[in-house]
C-alpha cells in the first residue's frame, strides 16, 4: 500500500510541474517605489495593469533571459536630480604661494593616478604634476591658470570631464567624491542600477524588462496596501 500510495505522490509530483511552469507570467513593465524615510526599497513589477512582484530592503532583481535573478545592490530613479561627482569647496589663502592654485583631493591616496585635472576648455587626459600625500588624501600645487574653469576626470569611474566654474581670487580647492561619482546614467529607460548589477548596460538580455511610461494606476497598485 505504501508502495502504491509513493508511485500516486510520484505522479502527481511528475504532473504538476510542467503546469507550475507553464504559470510563470511574462513581466512587462515596472516601477521603482521607495520612501526616503525608510530603509526599505522596493523594485514593482506589473502584468497588465496589475501588481506582479516587488523587491525589498535594497534586494534588486535583476531581468534576465525571461528569469528573475536576486542581486544585491541599489536602485536609482532616473527622475530624481543628478548627485554631484564632486564636491568642490573653493577659498582664498594667504599661504598659498602667488601665482600657484592649490588642488586639495580628498581621497584616498590610490586615486592620484587615475584623477585628472585640467583648465582647458578641450580637455585632454595628460600627466599631472607632482603630488604630495596629506593626511586628507593628496594635493597638488599648479600654477595659476588663465583660465577660471576646472575640468574634473576620475578614470576608473568615467571617461568624460565634469565642468566647475572658480570664483575670482581663488587659489585653494578642496575636492571631495561625490555621491554621483562612479554611478552609471541610464538615459533611454528609468532606472539607474549599480554597475555591479549589470555587467554590460547594452546587452538587452541583461536590461531590466520595462517598456515605456508606467500609467498612473499601475503607480496607485504600487503603494503600500494597494497590491490587490
Not at 513581466?27 to 530603509?39: D, F, K, T
Not at 600657484?100 to 580637455?123: D, E, G, M, T, W
Request: aromatic residues 12%; charged residues 20%; hydrophobic residues 40%.
Amino acid at each position: 500500500m505504501r508502495y502504491i500510495t509513493g508511485l500516486l505522490t510520484l505522479l502527481l509530483l511528475i504532473m504538476a510541474s510542467p503546469v507550475q511552469a507553464q504559470k510563470v507570467p511574462p513581466v512587462i513593465p515596472g516601477y521603482y517605489n521607495a520612501s526616503r524615510m525608510e530603509v526599505a526599497e522596493e523594485l514593482c513589477v506589473f502584468e497588465n495593469n496589475r501588481f506582479a512582484y516587488a523587491a525589498s530592503y535594497g534586494a534588486v532583481d535583476q531581468f534576465v533571459k525571461g528569469v528573475w535573478v536576486q542581486q544585491h545592490d541599489t536602485v536609482y530613479l532616473s527622475t530624481d536630480p543628478v548627485k554631484d561627482k564632486y564636491i568642490i569647496t573653493s577659498l582664498t589663502d594667504k599661504k598659498v604661494p602667488a601665482g600657484k592654485l592649490l588642488l586639495v583631493f580628498r581621497f584616498n591616496y590610490q586615486h592620484a593616478p587615475y584623477l585628472k585635472f585640467s583648465f582647458s576648455p578641450s580637455p585632454e587626459l595628460t600627466d599631472p604634476p607632482a603630488t604630495t600625500q596629506t593626511n586628507e588624501g593628496f594635493e597638488i600645487l599648479a600654477g595659476e591658470p588663465a583660465s577660471r574653469h576646472l575640468y574634473l576626470l576620475h578614470t576608473m569611474y568615467d571617461s568624460d570631464f565634469s565642468a566647475y566654474t572658480l570664483a575670482d581670487k581663488v587659489n585653494k580647492v578642496y575636492i571631495a567624491p561625490g555621491d554621483g561619482l562612479g554611478k552609471p546614467v541610464f538615459k533611454n529607460i528609468p532606472f539607474l542600477v549599480g554597475d555591479s548589477c549589470l555587467i554590460n548596460i547594452q546587452d538587452e538580455n541583461r536590461r531590466f524588462s520595462y517598456q515605456g511610461p508606467v500609467a498612473e494606476k499601475d503607480k496607485a497598485l504600487a503603494r503600500p496596501g494597494n497590491e490587490q
